[in-house]
């Protein structure tokens, strides 16, 4: 072990659309929405995460709060740079530390992505002191997330719903046989919410309501075995401008959803048909494993294991299935070094 292993200090990052993840030391430290406010006249950055997603919608002409990816990829690379930076600073163990540890990453990327978009990933990740980086593709964490052996000639479908992105892949072997990446997820079925309000309440919502709406009574499907109570839901009111209230079912939401859910439905259907009929053998043995935030929408699962006719399973805590694959890849770098990209 040389004096570089031991000022070296290792960290997984899961860098969503929505939330950015950080394992170090097998705890994750980070878990934070990947939001960044930024003073407009100084060009600063005042917050970032959770202080940042407070300021959302709220915000007046000197203040802009920026969500610096956009579809899983690094859409403004300076706002994300900051935001990376701060939260690694922010993570307990190094901030004790007197000058900033080199850093040894496994960061994951949506397997649509770009070789523009991975080196744009790459020299954020160089820029914080990234000494050493590897790449990781999402569906691939995911799955070591969920606990599967991925490096066993078997093969198992995962689909990973996440902020801007939904990642369907077939895995055997170590390696991704098919997989298709369609931008429908968490973020779009808020944007469905917001016209959906919009349109039949006349009622406008912001984007941080219609994302309450949709954790507490959003739905896949009109039929639900334990339905949420209906919620009473504040904006403004389009037609006179005053703040106004309306209730609303997970009926209705369940309508505001459909159109995207089936588009998610074709883009399953579509890995499975493009699948190696021995592996389809797998997988009707296996059924299909669900991580992402986005796979916690009531009736989904069901939803989706009626259309496939197969078996779909829900990740234990989605929300970090991909973080914790990242972080197990991370300690076993030997193992899965021919799954990383170096």
């Known amino acids: 072990m040389g004096f570089f292993d031991f000022m070296t200090e290792e960290i997984a990052i899961d860098l969503g659309t929505a939330n950015t993840l950080i394992i170090h030391l097998d705890k994750v430290v980070v878990d934070s929405p990947s939001i960044v406010a930024r003073d407009r006249i100084s060009g600063k950055i005042i917050a970032v995460g959770k202080e940042a ?29 900051k935001m990376i930076n701060m939260f690694i600073k922010n993570i307990p163990a190094l901030k004790k530390k007197w000058f900033p540890p080199a850093l040894r990453m496994v960061i ?19 820029r914080v002191n990234g000494k050493e980086v590897y790449l990781i593709h999402e569906p691939m964490a995911a799955a070591i997330g969920i606990g599967l052996d991925i490096m066993q000639p078997k093969g198992n479908m995962i689909v990973d719903i996440g902020g801007g992105t939904t990642e369907i ?13 369609v931008k429908i997820a968490g973020d ?7 016209y959906y309000m919009r349109t039949q309440h006349n009622l406008y919502v912001g984007e941080t309501t219609a994302e309450a709406i949709k954790i507490e009574i ?5 039929d639900l075995q334990t339905p949420p109570d209906d919620k009473s839901i504040q904006g403004r009111d389009l037609l006179t401008g005053k703040p106004k209230q309306v209730h609303v079912s997970y009926r209705e939401i369940a309508k505001a959803l459909d159109k995207s859910i089936l588009r998610i439905e074709d883009a399953v259907m579509e890995t499975l048909s493009q699948t190696p009929p021995e592996l389809a053998a797998d997988i009707y043995n296996t059924g299909i494993y669900l991580a992402g935030g986005g796979s916690m929408l009531r009736g989904l699962d069901k939803r989706l294991s009626q259309k496939t006719d197969l078996p779909v399973y829900i990740a234990e ?3 970090r299935a991909v973080v914790r694959g990242t ?16």
């Not at 994951?108 to 070789?115: M, R, V």
């Not at 779009?188 to 917001?194: A, G, Q, R, S, Y």
């Not at 972080?327 to 170096?342: M, Q, S, T, V």
Request: proline share 3%; glycine share 8%; with cysteine.
């Open 53 to 81: 997603n407070m300021m959302q919608g709220k915000t007046h002409e000197n203040i802009k709060t920026i969500r610096p990816l956009k579809d899983g990829v690094i859409a403004d690379f300076d706002a994300s740079e």
């Open 317 to 319: 805590d989605p929300l």
């Open 169 to 181: 892949a077939v895995i055997a072997l170590g390696g991704i046989v098919c997989d298709k990446s």
């Open 188 to 194: 779009v079925f808020t944007n469905d919410i917001i």
């Open 218 to 222: 959003g739905s896949a499907t009109e």
């Open 327 to 342: 972080g197990i890849a991370l300690k076993n770098l030997e193992r899965y070094k021919n799954i990383l990209i170096k």
């Open 108 to 126: 994951c990327i949506p397997s649509g992505i770009t070789e523009v978009e991975m080196r744009a990933v790459r020299e954020s990740a160089e």
